[in-house]
């Protein structure tokens, strides 16, 4: 049976050319485990590569020992997609094919965000209440012209003057729907 060669967490440290800070966080997480207290370098490795979400473009300096990023089963520095050694199993395309629907997520939610602020897109929700408010009002309007002129066409003969009255009143109501004020962008109402 071969010898467990086991180092302290700054020896890992050091071996993976990341910080102590990073080690203890990962033994805290439970991506990587302790053995007595001691770290098993090729275990912790696998654990690493298996349990560790590797940030794109996050600069990585190389390992002491020679080991390189693509033999740990790490991403190669500044790139998204699944490394060559990834093994190909059950389970394993999905966790790209998911992570690249987030981050295409993610990068849409933070364009619309863009959008709003230059002033190039308002809320579907704040139009359609200055706009229901709008015809509303519009309608009101529109169902009190009969109760209004009613008693003023009544007594009316000249078609030019009936014709003048219909005419101030349906402006009226369609200023109603000229005047609205839509929200202004960056969801403000």
Aim: charged letters at 25%; hydrophobic letters at 40%; proline letters at 5%.
């Amino acid at each position: 049976m071969s010898q467990v060669n086991l180092i302290s967490q700054a020896e890992y440290a050091k071996r993976r050319g990341c910080s102590e800070a990073a080690v203890s966080k990962a033994i805290s997480g439970n991506r990587i485990s302790l053995i007595d207290g001691k770290i098993d370098p090729s275990v912790a490795d696998v654990q690493w590569a298996k349990n560790t979400r590797v940030r794109t473009g996050a600069g990585r300096r190389p390992a002491s020992d020679g080991v390189s990023s693509e033999q740990l089963g790490l991403m190669p520095e500044g790139t998204a997609e699944k490394p060559a050694s990834e093994p190909a199993g059950p389970g394993g395309d999905d966790y790209w094919k998911s992570r690249s629907r987030r981050e295409a997520a993610e990068a849409e939610l933070a364009e619309m965000d863009l959008a709003t602020k230059r002033g190039e897109l308002i809320q579907v929700k704040a139009v359609e209440l200055v706009w229901g408010s709008a015809l509303a009002s519009c309608r009101e309007h529109l169902l009190q012209v009969r109760a209004r002129l009613a008693p003023m066409l009544a007594v009316e003969t000249e078609t030019f003057r009936i014709e003048q009255l219909l005419d101030l009143e349906h402006n009226k109501a369609l200023n109603f729907l000229a005047g609205v004020e839509l929200p202004k962008p960056g969801g403000g109402a």
